[in-house]
Structure formats: structure tokens, C-alpha cells
């Protein structure tokens, strides 16, 4: 096995619409994170659901990540598991891992090894909120904690130059980016090759939960899929589009793309 491709780990993949899923249980991810770290290999944890098919069928920077040989892409909704069964996949429920589950179990595993944590996300008056989140989630941690909002910032390439260098030098082991979908993608895409970090995870707006910034869905409602319904009835709103339109669109996507399918087998 090469030290930047994890073959037995993607043992079982599947593709939809052309991005590819790989349906792990927690602790054949951690096994992953072990041997990457123990190969000094780098790793891109991404993951897939419902939103991030979406963002992937429009943004080809994010399509990209995913694909690399580099990249494990673990599922992140219910959804995307019952797509794999109708592949033909014998998928349970525990090959479906939300962030607000996994990613304290990989904080505890990182934290009880000695092996330092970055985060980069938010906006930069959270720092603090956040440094003590994550301390929430373990106190023997070692945190290296910044900023995300990049996007708008007119010293953007300083910014990130200097976050960047704060990383390296902390000596961080896995680094978690939290600016949403596909920016964080995008933004790993372009930087990955200048961190040294081992594994480098997008992790949307997880820390929002452990900070309070955001209520936590109850964790039943994970494994019968109905957490998007839980986040929508908060806040409709905003997340509208996300929960109503983009099926929706992505159905129309997917008709096409099996259609396309056919016309080429015949």
C-alpha cells in the first residue's frame, strides 16, 4: 500500500452522480486516521450528504477534493446511505457518521494520544468560544485555534499565509476546517499541499454545537434520518433551500445523469 492512497479503506465504495462515498464505521475511520499518522501519510476526511452531493454537482474544485487518491469521503446523512442500499449496498446505520458524533471521538482519540488539534473557523470574534468548546469535548487537548472567515477578507493570501504558519508550527496532527460548504473544500483544495498536518477533515459548523451557537439535534433522530427535519422546523428560513429545494434539484440531476447513462449503454 502506498503512504498517500488507502485502498483498504475504500473497499467498498460506491459513486453517486459521480462523487464517491465510502460507507466506514467509526472505528475503521479512526483505524484509517492511525495508519495515516503512523505512515506520516496525509489524508483528506471529507465527507457526503444530501447537501454535499449538491455542492459537488456545482462546485468542480469540491468534485475534485473528493476524488483524490488522498481523499476517504465517510457518509454524513441517512440519505446517502439508503442511495447505497438502492446500489445494491448492504449499508447500516452505523456506516452513517454526523459530525456532532464523530468528531469528539476523534478529538478524544487525538487528545489521549498527545497528538495537537487545529480548527479553523468561525468568525474571528469566536475564537475564544470556540478554544473552549473544544476544551468541552476533551481538556487534555492541544488546541490551535483560528479564524475562517477568508472569503471576504481584501488581505485574503495574508491571512491564510499566516493561519497556515500557525498550524505548522503548533505541529498540529489533524487540522478540522469549519467554513461550510464547498468553501472549506475549496479553500483544502487550493492549501492542502502547504499544511503539514496529517489529516485535514472539513467539518462545516460543527463547533457550532458544542459552542451553543446552535441547538443540537436529538441523537435518535440520527439513525431514522429525520435531523434535517429537526434543523429545518428551527430555522426554516435559512435552510429552505438546503432541505426542499436542492432534493429537488438534485433528483433532477440525478434523472438526467442516469438517462445520459442509458443513452451510452445503447
Avoid at 456545482?58 to 469521503?73: F, N, W
Amino acid at each position: 500500500m502506498s503512504d498517500n492512497n488507502f485502498p483498504e479503506f475504500k473497499y467498498n465504495r460506491f459513486d453517486l452522480l459521480g462523487i464517491p462515498a465510502d460507507p466506514l464505521e467509526t472505528e475503521e475511520i479512526i483505524r484509517a486516521l492511525n495508519y495515516a499518522v503512523a505512515h506520516d501519510a496525509q489524508i483528506t476526511l471529507c465527507n457526503i450528504n444530501l447537501h454535499g452531493l449538491y455542492c459537488a454537482q456545482k462546485s468542480d474544485h469540491m468534485a475534485k477534493l473528493l476524488k483524490r487518491d488522498d481523499s476517504l469521503v465517510h457518509i454524513d446523512g441517512m440519505p446517502i446511505v439508503w442511495l447505497g442500499r438502492l446500489k445494491g449496498r448492504l449499508l447500516s446505520s452505523k456506516t452513517r457518521n454526523t459530525h456532532i458524533d464523530l468528531v469528539p471521538v476523534i478529538i478524544k482519540h487525538f487528545a489521549a494520544r498527545g497528538w495537537p488539534i487545529g480548527f479553523i473557523g468561525s468568525a474571528p470574534e469566536f475564537r475564544d468560544d470556540n478554544v473552549e468548546a473544544l476544551k468541552s469535548i476533551d481538556t487534555g487537548g492541544s488546541y490551535c485555534v483560528e479564524h475562517g472567515h477568508l472569503s471576504s477578507d481584501v488581505n485574503r493570501f495574508e491571512e491564510t499565509e499566516r493561519i497556515i504558519k500557525r498550524m505548522n508550527q503548533a505541529g498540529c496532527k489533524i487540522v478540522f476546517v469549519g467554513m461550510g460548504m464547498p468553501l472549506q473544500e475549496e479553500w483544502i483544495l487550493q492549501n492542502r499541499h502547504l499544511l503539514t498536518c496529517t489529516v485535514v477533515m472539513p467539518v462545516g459548523g460543527f463547533i457550532d454545537y458544542f459552542a451553543g451557537r446552535t441547538a443540537t439535534p436529538p441523537r435518535v433522530l440520527g439513525k431514522l434520518g429525520l435531523e434535517g427535519v429537526y434543523r429545518f422546523l428551527r430555522d426554516p428560513r435559512r435552510l429552505a433551500f438546503r432541505y426542499i429545494v436542492e432534493p429537488l434539484l438534485l433528483l433532477k440531476i440525478w434523472l438526467y445523469y442516469e438517462f445520459r447513462k442509458t443513452k451510452d449503454r445503447s
